[in-house]
């Protein structure tokens, strides 16, 4: 059975001022930003760029498509 490959992108969601990213784990960007959209539906999610060649296929032969954490919340000035 041949395993599907997984990708790990950094994506940022804005719901009003509040700003903050999660890491991301799925089969493609386009499933990732459609997983944290599903969960954050009333913000506006984006892929945070320049996307760390080194850590953007997964290499974990039984990798499962997942938010993996977030990163530190961001306020912006008013």
Same mark, same amino acid.
């Given at each position: 059975m041949e395993q599907q490959k997984m990708v790990?992108?950094?994506?940022e969601v804005r719901s009003g001022t509040a700003r903050f990213r999660v890491g991301v784990q799925a089969r493609s960007i386009r499933? !990732? $930003?459609?997983?944290v959209g &599903?969960?954050?539906?009333?913000?506006?999610?984006r892929?945070?760029?320049?996307?760390e060649s080194s850590g953007f296929f997964v290499e974990e032969p039984s !990798? $499962?498509?997942?938010?993996? &954490?977030?990163?530190?919340a961001h306020q912006e000035a008013a």
């Open positions: 790990k992108v950094s994506v499933k !990732a $930003l459609s997983m &599903g969960r954050y539906p009333q913000g506006e999610v892929v945070v760029f320049p996307i !990798a $499962l498509a997942r938010i993996v &954490g977030t990163e530190q």
